[in-house]
């Protein structure tokens, strides 16, 4: 596997999807508009892609081990997973979740059987850390982890292997998880790889522009409606795929991802605003761009009702052509 500076690759992929096979769900592609297609990572059992990096890095764990407990720090979609991968395995599942995450998230996980315990957002990775101390069950981050990485890689994977012709893959950013596992998949391929994030969050663009890793203010990076998406900083495991295997990041307003939203719902993929980003990050590049044989990543569908009936309401959502 890994350690902190070597990036993964295929192989390390390969060996999670061997893993993952029969857990999670080989989501389809949707076409859109020519040349443009949609990975649907919202039909995943627990709504979104978080499922591969969870079960493959739980899966690594001795029986005794998982016996002791799976810990994580989550918005929701990474402690949703989590969760369902401990009901799966039969084993205890905390959840630490910022006081500002979707209440829809957090009520999945408490449904699936997950002890949440609340905290402001900055103090997140912190209280996790107290309950492995408490606990001694085991951390498994939502993005900074290898297994974590390879596990996510698998959604590249399958696009190569579905749609050999791609010649790029837009992938959301928060904390860098999804992008580094695809972009190790897809390494060495000829496929290019494009980061979209939210300009609230728009951290992993500027680490690409200065060479180094960025951090921006979490009030700020909490205003964005992609709650999925609101890491502060990439990941010291993470930058470095980011830095040497994604060609660009692009960043993309709120009006922008309400209108992707809009038309990803009128086309019939229920995304979530995170899920929406990708889209979004297409739609914003140059015609010359756009014109490259493409997949965006719909990382997930767990939407905030609250914020899509608003969206919803606006303008009348154009098509893809």
Not at 152 to 157: L, P, S, W
Request: glycine fraction near 10%.
């Amino acid at each position: 596997m890994t350690l902190q500076g070597i990036l993964l690759g295929p192989s390390d992929v390969a060996a999670a999807a061997a893993v993952l096979d029969g857990v999670a769900v080989r989501t389809p592609l949707t076409d859109l508009a020519p040349g443009f297609a949609v990975k649907r990572e919202d039909l995943q059992p627990i709504g979104a892609f978080k499922l591969r990096g969870a079960f493959h890095a739980a899966s690594r764990l001795t029986p005794e081990q998982q016996a002791a407990g799976l810990v994580t720090h989550s918005s929701g979609n990474h402690g949703r997973a989590l969760a369902w991968v401990a009901r799966h395995l039969g084993v205890p599942c905390t959840v630490v979740a910022p006081d500002d995450a979707v209440a829809a998230k957090v009520a999945a996980m408490a449904d699936l059987g997950a002890r949440l315990v609340r905290v402001p957002a900055d103090e997140r990775e912190s209280a996790a850390a107290a309950v492995v101390a408490e606990t001694g069950g085991t951390l498994i981050p939502p993005y900074d982890h290898p297994h974590v990485i390879a596990g996510q890689g698998t959604v590249g994977a399958e696009i190569l292997a579905d749609r050999p012709d791609v010649e790029q893959v837009v992938v959301p950013i928060g904390g860098g998880g999804l992008i580094s596992g695809i972009a190790a998949a897809l390494r060495d391929s000829g496929v290019r790889v494009l980061g979209a994030e939210p300009a609230l969050a728009g951290d992993a663009a500027a680490s690409k522009r200065a060479g180094e890793r960025v951090r921006f203010p979490r009030e700020q990076v909490a205003a964005t409606a992609a709650d999925g998406l609101r890491a502060t900083v990439l990941g010291e495991l993470t930058w470095p795929h980011v830095r040497d295997l994604v060609a660009d990041v692009v960043t993309v307003d709120e009006d922008a991802i309400a209108d992707a939203t809009r038309r990803l719902h009128a086309a019939g993929v229920p995304c979530e605003a995170s899920g929406a980003v990708a889209t979004a990050g297409w739609l914003a590049l140059p015609t010359a761009e756009r014109a490259r044989r493409t997949v965006a990543v719909v990382s997930g569908g767990n939407v905030d009702e609250d914020w899509l009936a608003g969206v919803l309401a606006g303008p009348a959502a154009p098509t893809f052509g």
